[in-house]
């Protein structure tokens, strides 16, 4: 066995597509052998984090790449595959799965006669795994009464198991329903996240969360089933996390999913912080309505940083594009919640990215390591965040006529998705109208497509469609190549049509060449000509910039503040006086310090006073006030502040421009130190403004 599968694997490699019947034949077995076997092979290429081997109508397709096959003779173990046996990392998953769903003493001698291994290598498994576990504060013990146990902080062992579990390749397939194999190692897992708990858990978060990354985003959606799972089976087993741990905070969304699941499997829970903690694993990864301003600055702060310096370090201008940091801003919100809370996620594409798109990989890796922003960031979230950056670039750059209407269903996530429609846009004459997750493929007949692209085999009724990897090889592309030929009928032409807003904004660089300033009230004039005339353009990508939205009362420089609540009052001043604000929101800036801490000290000697535009905004506006003695905010690594901006929001993007002319300054202490200084207005003006020395955005 161990033989013809080596052969299979290189005759498999040798060639992009092979027809299963030929192999039968090169082989001497049926085609349903074949088929098992490389359902074998796929098992441990999923494993390895390799690409799997796509078998469709009759036809065995390979995505492996050359460099990833040149891994293979190192990462493959034939014998352990038709022996069945496990291979160390195996066996601790194995041991864990049976110390989570144990409901009686798991004993270690039973597990080492059910894995069929010496006691030699019981012994080292268990070294390793002690090892493993200190990692988290969590020890293994044994006793003869109550067997082997895990013990430590519940929280602590709850995010092991997730670590462990969901990094598992053979388990997020089975959490898919694609995993059709069988064997010690996926029977467990079968045994521990059944079939029944998988299907209703998943359809309880498609139903309950509609919208948002649960919805978007499979692979977020297969995480939270294997975290929620997980958690089913500590709650059973009378194991909960201690009530001070997790504030219950859950929203309309959250109440309604908790309460179906609570009810459906029966539970008796009356440990309060439980509730907010299954909250908190779904706010991890599906972040909506409103947010904590803690994070609202954050996640503002660290787009609009990210975006100037990749700008700066790819040469693209993705500054220009707003759908970009809305996306990323959305990302960033549940980014943070899940750092703060140690919940890791998992990205299977990871290494397909660090090739395929390693500039933009390397200058994200880059900004959460070095300047200012340095920040602990697993390598699989920075390849989400490649994926919006790669998805950016590819997107904008295509420009042409389009002839095939389109859609991608993608199982990775919509950024996933995007990259793919963009790469088959750049290459083809397709026009890419939706990118859709799995779970929303009945939207397919309201669209006026006549192709589906997707990342995952399924059927597609009445559509011909195509599965390829979400990164497309060359050898993806020429399935595609062919496959459009195939169905050149089902082609429609369509010109090319007028971008308004990059109309816009090339009458306000041409009005800028020619010396014409353009403040709010000749920005907004324009606007009205172009929406008179039926031009619509996308104004949250014209908004104005810090120059241009404030004037000489809303500076105030040198002045007297007691404290950190006075310098608040007295940078908001300007804003109540003029009617943007009521004094309610200067309230409202007051106690969400003290509710968060010093948060609003974003950058050394740096402070970005702001409240949610409910709290009282009436229109947009800022101030910049400097204080002629640094006030103590309480935050030690900014203190003590010298310069603050007071920002009345009136929503999430209008204020852009104003956010990255504070980052940009935050990046330049030199003329932070010299601004603190000036007593003039106009001298404070040319050297905030000064179009030789700082960027455009300013």
């Known amino acids: 066995m161990r033989e013809r599968l080596t052969n299979l694997l290189r005759t498999l490699l040798d060639s992009s597509a092979s027809s299963l019947s030929d192999l039968g034949k090169q082989f001497n077995v049926t085609t349903k052998t074949i088929r098992n076997e490389i359902q074998v092979l796929n098992e441990v290429l999923a494993e390895k984090s390799l690409p799997l081997f796509d078998i469709k109508r009759g036809v065995a397709y390979n995505h492996i790449s050359t460099q990833q096959r040149h891994s293979l003779s190192d990462v493959l173990d034939f014998d352990s595959i038709s022996q069945g046996a496990l291979t160390p990392e195996q066996r601790a998953v194995y041991l864990l799965l049976d110390l989570l769903q144990a409901t009686q003493p798991v004993y270690l001698v039973d597990e080492q006669e059910k894995m069929q291994i010496s006691k030699s290598s019981m012994d080292s498994d268990l070294r390793n795994l002690r090892a493993d576990l200190a990692k988290y504060n969590l020890t293994l013990t044994t006793s003869p009464k109550l067997g082997a146990q895990i013990e430590g902080n519940e929280r602590s062992i709850r995010t092991m198991f997730g670590d462990v579990l969901t990094r598992q390749h053979a388990l997020v397939t089975l959490i898919a329903q694609q995993l059709i194999a069988s064997g010690m190692y996926v029977d467990k897992m079968k045994e521990v996240f059944t079939k029944q708990d998988v299907t209703y858990i998943r359809d ?32 059973r087993s009378g194991h909960y996390v201690k009530d001070d741990e997790t504030a219950v905070d859950l929203n309309k969304e959250n109440a309604k999913f908790l309460n179906e699941l609570i009810q459906h499997y029966a539970l008796q829970i009356d440990v309060a912080s439980e509730l907010g903690y299954v909250g908190f694993l779904i706010n991890s990864f599906n972040r909506r309505g409103a947010i904590d301003l803690d994070d609202w600055v954050k996640a503002q702060i660290f787009s609009v940083a990210l975006i100037d310096h990749m700008e700066t370090e790819i040469g693209f201008p993705f500054s220009k594009n707003e759908k970009l940091f809305e996306e990323l801003y959305n990302h960033m919100t549940a980014l943070f919640k899940r750092l703060s809370q140690h919940v890791k996620v998992v990205n299977p594409l990871r290494k397909t990215i660090q090739q395929g798109y390693g500039p933009i990989y390397d200058a994200i890796d880059r900004f959460f390591k070095t300047g200012r922003y340095q920040l602990t960031m697993s390598d699989d979230e920075k390849a989400f965040l490649a994926m919006y950056f790669s998805a950016t670039q590819a997107e904008d750059r295509q420009r042409q006529d389009y002839q095939y209407q389109a859609a991608v269903v993608c199982n990775f996530g919509t950024a996933t998705g995007r990259v793919l429609a963009a790469k088959l846009e750049e290459r083809f004459n397709i026009d890419v109208l939706a990118v859709l997750s799995t779970s929303e493929v009945g939207i397919l007949r309201k669209l006026p497509v006549s192709l589906v ?9 009445k559509i011909p469609s195509l599965k390829v990897n979400p990164i497309p090889s060359e050898v993806d592309l020429t399935r595609v190549a062919a496959f459009l030929k195939k169905h050149t009928t ?66 105030q420089l040198q002045q007297k503040a007691d404290d950190w609540e006075d310098a608040i009052r007295i940078s908001a001043k300007p804003l109540l006086d003029e009617d943007y604000i009521t004094k309610n929101y200067i309230q409202a800036m ?59 929001a009136i929503d999430n993007y209008s204020h852009l ?25 106009q001298t404070f003006k040319n050297i905030l403004f000064n179009e030789k020395t700082s960027k455009e955005t300013i």
């Open 453 to 461: 692209f997707k990342t995952v085999d399924m059927p597609i009724d």
């Open 590 to 648: 007051i106690d969400s310090v003290k509710k968060f801490g010093p948060y609003i000290v974003i950058g050394p000697a740096i402070a970005l006073a702001h409240a949610r535009p409910e709290d009282g905004t009436k229109k947009l506006g800022v101030t910049i006030t400097t204080l002629a003695k640094p006030i103590n905010f309480g935050n030690p690594d900014n203190d003590p502040v010298k310069i603050i901006f007071c920002l009345a």
């Open 204 to 235: 309880l978060l498609r139903r309950c969360f509609p919208k948002g990354a649960l919805a978007a985003n499979d692979m977020y959606s297969q995480q939270v089933t294997v975290l929620l799972i997980i958690w089913l089976h500590r709650v």
């Open 657 to 681: 421009n104003v956010m990255k002319a504070i980052v940009q300054l935050i990046n330049d202490q030199q003329k932070v130190d010299q601004l603190a200084q000036q007593t003039d207005i």
């Open 490 to 555: 089902l082609t429609k032409y369509e010109g090319r049509t007028l971008d308004p807003t990059r109309l816009f904004r090339t009458v306000l660089d041409v009005l800028k060449t020619h010396q014409v300033t353009v403040d709010k009230r000749p920005l907004a004039d324009l606007q009205a000509a172009f929406k008179e005339n039926h031009v619509e353009i996308n104004e949250r990508e014209v908004q104005p910039m810090l120059k241009d939205l404030i004037n000489d009362h809303q500076i």
